[in-house]
């Protein structure tokens, strides 16, 4: 079992625990009684191991994810020290980036207080620098990321209850902004940023 499903199966044992202590103590007068302690070791235990867990499934996900760019860079380094074969001796000619000229614009995001979502799963603006100011009131810490086929190009400050704000210049096309710290992303905190 991995550290993401030991995670899982003891979040829900804990809430499982809670939801039967709760009913027992609205139907039982003497409860817990002489079961308090048991009962209280029984929520520490589940509760110090879905933290434990909980960490754990976070640094295998920061594991893999460096493996991945790990893996990334390697294929890179070998297709450029790869020969290329052309007919001419003449390099060809380099595609010109799109230029991240226009006026731009100032966009507004919000975290959920209480769910791991933006109130918004996509955005529009146009070409230029491009601001999210992002507001979370959550006390759960988060971000907003601004990439491009998995590569960042721009990152606000993580905070919890507070606001911060990401610029970039950014030409034509798709983006993705979401929320970097490790699960929340996979979680449902991204979305579409099309720059017209």
Request: glycine letters at 8%; hydrophobic letters at 45%; a negative charge.
């Given at each position: 079992?991995?550290?993401?499903?030991?995670?899982?199966?003891?979040?829900?044992?804990?809430?499982?625990?809670?939801v039967?202590?709760?009913?027992?103590?609205?139907?039982?007068?003497?409860?817990?009684?002489?079961?308090?302690?048991?009962?209280a070791?029984?929520?520490?235990?589940?509760?110090?191991a879905?933290?434990?867990?909980?960490?754990?499934?976070?640094?295998?996900?920061?594991?893999?994810?460096?493996?991945?760019?790990s893996?990334?860079?390697?294929?890179?380094?070998?297709?450029?020290s790869?020969?290329?074969e052309?007919?001419?001796?003449?390099?060809?000619?380099?595609?010109p980036?799109?230029?991240?000229?226009?006026?731009g614009?100032?966009?507004q995001?919000?975290?959920?207080?209480?769910?791991?979502a933006?109130?918004?799963?996509?955005?529009?603006?146009?070409?230029?620098?491009?601001?999210i100011?992002?507001?979370?009131?959550?006390?759960?810490?988060h971000?907003?990321?601004?990439?491009?086929?998995?590569?960042?190009?721009?990152v606000?400050?993580?905070?919890?209850?507070?606001?911060?704000?990401?610029?970039?210049?950014?030409?034509?096309?798709t983006?993705?902004?979401?929320c970097?710290v490790?699960?929340?992303?996979?979680?449902?905190?991204?979305?579409?940023?099309?720059?017209?």
């Amino acid at each position: 079992m991995s550290n993401g499903d030991l995670f899982y199966v003891c979040g829900g044992a804990l809430a499982v625990c809670a939801v039967l202590v709760s009913f027992a103590g609205l139907r039982i007068k003497s409860f817990p009684g002489r079961a308090a302690p048991l009962v209280a070791l029984g929520f520490i235990t589940l509760i110090g191991a879905t933290a434990t867990f909980a960490m754990l499934h976070a640094q295998d996900e920061e594991e893999a994810k460096a493996a991945e760019f790990s893996k990334a860079n390697e294929e890179i380094t070998e297709e450029e020290s790869s020969p290329v074969e052309t007919e001419s001796k003449e390099a060809p000619a380099a595609k010109p980036k799109p230029a991240a000229k226009g006026p731009g614009g100032t966009l507004q995001l919000a975290a959920s207080p209480s769910a791991l979502a933006f109130d918004a799963t996509s955005l529009t603006s146009k070409a230029g620098k491009v601001t999210i100011d992002f507001n979370n009131p959550a006390a759960l810490e988060h971000n907003v990321a601004i990439e491009q086929n998995g590569k960042q190009i721009a990152v606000s400050e993580t905070l919890a209850e507070g606001k911060t704000s990401v610029s970039a210049e950014l030409a034509t096309g798709t983006y993705t902004f979401l929320c970097t710290v490790p699960g929340h992303a996979e979680a449902g905190m991204q979305g579409v940023l099309t720059v017209q």
